[in-house]
């Protein structure tokens, strides 16, 4: 089915919209929930409240990439499970490896309280990037994928990946130190 | 909440623009390839000849005197093929969109990426070094050079010399010793190499013995096996000899360069000759609308010359520096042609001498100055070649004494290598880019003032008088680098 079909259901309250998401998108929010998680459990609830939280945001939003809006509440509910104190439980998963990666990125001299700015930065430093290093950075840290399957993805080698990935974060770092975000 | 907990949120908040979809990735992949029509070709060919001493360097006959190549195996020449180049298994890119053929694809390719960590270091030095000196002096002329199809001359050229004549090798490639570069040489070999139906990156050499002359078979079959090479012998008396050298050129550069290579004659002196092309082809990974092709003037430094000028807009990064600016055009699966266009005022042989533009030119995609931005492309369809002697700019890039038959150290070679030189070092490389069909597009030429200010968020990019280009391989090698001062020549 196509995506404005399925939008069309969640807006006319139709419950087989839910079923079309989970048949067309199920696979791709699992993905991101199990890059995460690491828990199949764990991954099939992400998933499931994925569709309900959809249900409760359509209307009014009507998405205009319906797979990012998707994956994106896939990903924000697997990262609160991941910090409701169970980080351990998820040892497997990528994110305690992204945020280590990230940690790289940001000094913790100074909290940061305006997201807003932080945000606008990053867009402007992501755009900025040529198509493919943004593509490597952000499939490991949007949708926190294993190296080895970004070198899949992107026909290069996991070392390859990882040097773009270095030299990224370190292009952020500079970037960040310069506005003096958590410096 | 700790910093980096909140900018892995802050990601997730990405402008939904820039993420990839990853659900229609290889879909998208397939598509296109039924789709495209843009082409890139392009061939270099490196060719060194060595002499015993006393001899006059292989000069090309007149076109009258040119043979006509065979059209059957002559059998009862005395010539053979003592190996023959063995090139890893490549499967076809699978334009059905066959999961398991796909696969195999990808795991074929990604064998050959696998390589150590550091098999490229040194080349940038050697690029940034070897392109000031090349792409000089072209006057109004085009200049195309492929720093690679060097580096494998010269490694092999190293292979059979020793002592100082190899040292000065070694210094111009920043290679500590042989192994190393032998390594390295092997490893970049290997992490281009695509010739898989759809993309077509290959370097291929040969090795021209001379059945008279007395040659170190080990250090001829070391040089090939590291070099992928093939090894010939025979009278280079023989006209056939000759031939069958110029069908090998052919084959290797696809046809490109014909016109060169039918002039090539072997000289009937020479002790050795070494052969070293890169054929390279790919496909726009975003074609050009056939549609939107105008012709238009191309302002050469000595006219306006009419030229069709490609169209298109894009949604792409924007790179610029402080005396130029530049885009790049992905071709599938098989690296990027990257387009400079000086500020005004500026010359392409000024900009190549610019630390800054080298910096660009040797960095995959980590120049700083970068935006994503709605740019008007307007480049011009050309096809350029040149024939570079490259004896002066090595010599003055301090490789000297393989040309001095007094000096030069072949032992490796032959024990009886006295009075040995290298008599000439050409390359001839030819760079064109195309696509169908033509309709109007209004083009307005790009201004830019000096200064490296931030661009607009629309750029009008207009390759309208002589510009730089740079073909870079997928694991972000330069191959070609040319001064475009004539688009159509």
Redesign the interface.
């Known amino acids: 089915m196509e995506d404005d079909n399925i939008i069309e259901l969640y807006w006319q309250r139709d419950e087989s919209a839910i079923r079309e998401s989970e048949m067309k998108?199920g696979g791709?929010c699992s993905s991101i929930a199990d890059n995460i998680l690491h828990s199949v459990e764990d991954t099939e609830e992400c998933v499931s409240d994925t569709w309900f939280r959809a249900w409760n945001i359509m209307p009014p939003d009507r998405p205009?990439?319906l797979?990012?809006f998707f994956g994106?509440i896939t990903?924000?509910l697997a990262?609160d499970r991941y910090?409701r104190g169970r980080s351990q439980k998820y040892g497997g998963g990528q994110t305690a490896l992204?945020?280590?990666e990230?940690?790289e990125?940001?000094?913790?001299s100074s909290?940061?309280d305006d997201?807003l700015a932080?945000?606008e930065l990053?867009?402007?430093f992501?755009?900025?990037?040529?198509?493919?290093?943004?593509?490597v950075f952000?499939?490991r840290?949007?949708?926190m994928m294993p190296v080895k399957e970004i070198?899949?993805?992107k026909?290069?080698?996991e070392?390859?990946v990882k040097?773009i990935l270095q030299?990224?974060r370190k292009?952020l770092r500079d970037c960040l130190e310069k506005e003096g975000i958590?410096v | 909440m700790k910093n980096n907990d909140i900018l892995l949120d802050v990601i997730g908040d990405a402008d939904e623009k820039l993420v990839p979809d990853i659900t229609e990735e290889k879909k998208k992949s397939h598509l296109k390839w039924i789709t495209l029509g843009g082409v890139c070709a392009a061939a270099a060919i490196g060719c060194a000849v060595l002499l015993p001493k006393g001899n006059a360097p292989l000069t090309p006959p007149a076109p009258s005197q040119v043979t006509t190549a065979p059209t059957a195996a002559q059998p009862d020449r005395d010539i053979y093929c003592l190996a023959l180049a063995a090139y890893p298994d490549m499967p076809h890119y699978p334009e059905d969109g066959n999961d398991i053929a796909y696969k195999k694809w990808h795991e074929a390719r990604m064998k050959l990426r696998d390589q150590p960590a550091d098999y490229m270091n040194g080349f940038d030095t050697f690029f940034e070094n070897s392109t000031k000196v090349f792409l000089t002096d072209a006057g109004s002329d085009n200049r195309v050079y492929s720093p690679l199809s060097l580096y494998m001359a010269l490694g092999m050229s190293a292979e059979i010399t020793d002592g100082t004549t190899r040292k000065q090798i070694l210094d111009l490639l920043c290679q500590d010793d042989i192994q190393t570069l032998r390594s390295r040489a092997n490893s970049i070999w290997e992490a281009n190499y695509t010739d898989d139906g759809m993309a077509r990156c290959v370097l291929a050499s040969s090795l021209w013995l001379n059945d008279s002359y007395p040659c170190n078979m080990d250090t001829v079959r070391t040089t090939a096996k590291n070099y992928y090479s093939s090894i010939y012998h025979g009278d280079p008396a023989d006209e056939f000899y000759s031939t069958m050298m110029q069908n090998w050129m052919n084959n290797s550069t696809d046809g490109l360069l014909t016109d060169y290579i039918s002039h090539l004659k072997m000289d009937p002196q020479m002790t050795l000759t070494l052969a070293s092309t890169v054929n390279y082809s790919g496909k726009w990974r975003d074609q050009f609308n056939k549609e939107m092709t105008a012709p238009a003037s191309f302002h050469a430094s000595d006219g306006d010359i009419q030229c069709e000028f490609m169209n298109a807009e894009r949604l792409t990064t924007y790179f610029w520096g402080s005396s130029f600016g530049a885009v790049s055009l992905p071709l599938e699966n098989n690296g990027q042609m990257r387009l400079l266009l000086p500020d005004e005022g500026i010359s392409p042989e000024e900009l190549i001498n610019d630390g800054e533009v080298i910096d660009y030119l040797m960095n995959n995609g980590l120049y700083s100055s970068s935006k994503l931005a709605s740019v008007s492309l307007s480049v011009p369809k050309f096809d350029v070649s040149s024939d570079i002697d490259l004896k002066e700019g090595l010599e003055s890039l301090g490789v000297r004494d393989i040309f001095s038959s007094d000096k030069a150290d072949f032992t490796p070679l032959s024990e009886n290598s006295d009075g040995i030189a290298l008599s000439e070092a050409r390359q001839d490389t030819r760079v064109l880019i195309d696509e169908e069909g033509c309709k109007a597009a209004s083009l307005t030429a790009m201004v830019y003032a000096g200064g490296a200010a931030e661009p607009e968020d629309h750029i009008d990019f207009v390759l309208d008088r002589p510009f730089v280009f740079e073909i870079m391989s997928e694991t972000g090698l330069p191959l070609f680098v040319g001064i475009v001062n004539r688009p159509v020549q």
């Open positions: 998108y791709y205009s990439r797979a990012l994106r990903r924000n990262i910090r992204c945020l280590e990230l940690a990125c940001i000094g913790e909290p940061i997201r932080l945000r990053l867009n402007s992501l755009g900025a990037l040529p198509e493919k290093n943004r593509d952000l499939l840290y949007w949708y070198a899949v993805r026909a290069l080698s070392g390859a040097m030299r990224v292009k958590g």
